[in-house]
């Protein structure tokens, strides 16, 4: 048997409940998906000049998500992250930034030779002393939900953004479902100007498929063209395919899904309350459990354990923060499971904070310089007061902890070795 089928079907062979991505969960719905692996043949259409039935499926997310215009990706949000930076903006431009962004992000920046300007997470009064200092910036740059399911005030940054003449772009890539929430928490809806969407992260779709929302339509073609610099000319149609299917669940049973989903999640998370394993009130999308770990005195590798013991996958667990995902794809059983482990786990009722810089490190040079320049590979230890290079952070959850370009201080060598970062590459 070949080695990756044999490591997938001896994790199959586990049953245990998918409490991470995909959010199709392993639900059998391409029996016969390698007949549908073709290519950009006559009649398929081409996913980066689209016109024909890839157009057609790209209209109707638009018109699912009241979006200008919705276009399609079978690589991840990471592509549209790419697409979203390189038609929004233009080399040199200020972007006002989250410090909590994906490594796309920073890796766009390289490639585009963007120059952000760091805030922390949620940081409005971060955003207005950063346009009163830099009143060129053209653009704000905001990842909601972060990787642990917490939400930005979208609405305010939009209106802080346009205020000041710039555009609010969201990585959205693990809210894809938020537009079909009771409640209507999708950034195209609070005043985004662009956003992505992981639609495999929490909806029945195969991993690498996205969407990139455009409030303007008129950016449709603009907007194909920078994607088309950075994707693959070898789209899988069968991730695409899957974006087609999903279309069908988000028109008709998804609002009703979703709104179940909320009320099993909020029990739970009130349940983990109850038990001194979450905080009773926290600003998080309403489809993940985030538990903390840290309330156990249990390391990462026990709590785990006790995880699987109970026949639970999670997302991801640190020493500090466990993550569920659930979607409408889990089954009763699943959630019996979680409720089972609360049940028999208890915390003090610590919730662990997020890593927020007090002081955002100083810039010695552009990130793309940084990135492009000759660089060596140091410990840790010795990286205090030199540039770092590259970047070095775990994946999940990918968020930048030492920035291309910015020198390494005390705090950042600190984080660097909690989250067991060893070596860093600094510019020599």
Known sequence: MNPIEKALDEYIGKDLSRFHMPGHKGADNFPDYYKYDVTEV????SLFESSEAIFETEERFAKIYTAGASLLSAGGSTLCIQGMLATALEPGDKVIAARNCHAAAVNTAALLDLDFIWINPRDLKGAEKAFEEHPDVKAVYLTSPDYFGVLSDISAFAELAHENGAKLLV????????????IEMHPMALGA??????????LPVLTGGALLHLKEGSLREKAKQ???LFGSTSPSYLIMLSADKCADYLETNAKYD???LNGKVANLRYKAFEHGLAPKVRNVEPARLTISVKSTEMTAEEFGKSLREHGIEPEYINDEWAVLMASPFNTERDFERVAKFIEDTFGNGFAAFEERLSKIPEKAMSIRKAVFAESEEISVEDSVGRVASSLNLPCPPCIALAVPGEIIDEKIAELLKKY????INVVK
């Not at 006559?42 to 259409?45: I, L, Q």
């Not at 100007?193 to 929490?202: A, F, Q």
Request: hydrophobic share 35%.
């Open 42 to 45: 006559f009649g398929t259409d």
């Open 171 to 182: 990585d959205n890539a693990h809210g894809a479902h938020l537009h079909f929430t009771p």
């Open 193 to 202: 100007d662009m956003c992505c969407d992981s639609l495999h992260k929490s």
């Open 226 to 228: 920078k994607m088309r």
């Open 258 to 260: 979703f709104a179940m």
């Open 420 to 423: 067991g970062i060893e070596k």
